[in-house]
C-alpha cells in the first residue's frame, strides 16, 4: 500500500522560504513520477512540479525559478524547496506519484499540508 506523508509546511512571510517533504513507503521514487500540487480555494488543483524516473524535472511557470523539486533515493523522499514566496503561493500542497501501467495513469496522493504566505 502506497503512502505520502508530507510535512514542512506553515506560516511564512512574502520573501521567504520552506522545504516540503513528501516521505513514500510502499513504493520507491527512482521507480515513478512524483509531485507536487497545490489547491486553493479559488483554483482547482495545479501542478507546481514534477520529478520524473530520469531526474528530469517540470515547473508551473508561476514557480519557475523560485521552486525547487528534488529526491534523495536512500530516503525515498521527495522534496520541494520554495523561495521567494508570494501570497499568491497561499494554498494546500499534496504530495503525488503517478505510476503509468499499460498506458494508464495510476495516482497516489498525500493528504496534503497547508503553505500560507502573509503579505
Known amino acids: 500500500q502506497v503512502q505520502l506523508v508530507e510535512s514542512g509546511g506553515g506560516l511564512v512571510q512574502a520573501g521567504g522560504s520552506l522545504r516540503l517533504s513528501c516521505a513514500a513507503s510502499?513504493?520507491?521514487?527512482?521507480?515513478?513520477?512524483m509531485g507536487w500540487y497545490r489547491q486553493d480555494q479559488e483554483k482547482g488543483r495545479e501542478l507546481v512540479a514534477t520529478?520524473?524516473?530520469?531526474?528530469?524535472?517540470n515547473y508551473a511557470d508561476s514557480v519557475k525559478g523560485r521552486f525547487t523539486i528534488s529526491g534523495d533515493n536512500a530516503k525515498n523522499t521527495v522534496y520541494l524547496q520554495m523561495s521567494s514566496l508570494k501570497p499568491e503561493d497561499t494554498a494546500v500542497y499534496y504530495c503525488?506519484?503517478?505510476?503509468?501501467?499499460?498506458?494508464?495513469?495510476?495516482?497516489?496522493w498525500g493528504q496534503g499540508i497547508q503553505v500560507t504566505v502573509s503579505s
Open positions: 520529478l520524473a524516473r530520469s531526474g528530469s524535472t
Open positions: 503525488n506519484r503517478r505510476r503509468r501501467i499499460f498506458g494508464k495513469d495510476f495516482d497516489n
Open positions: 510502499g513504493t520507491t521514487i527512482i521507480s515513478d513520477v
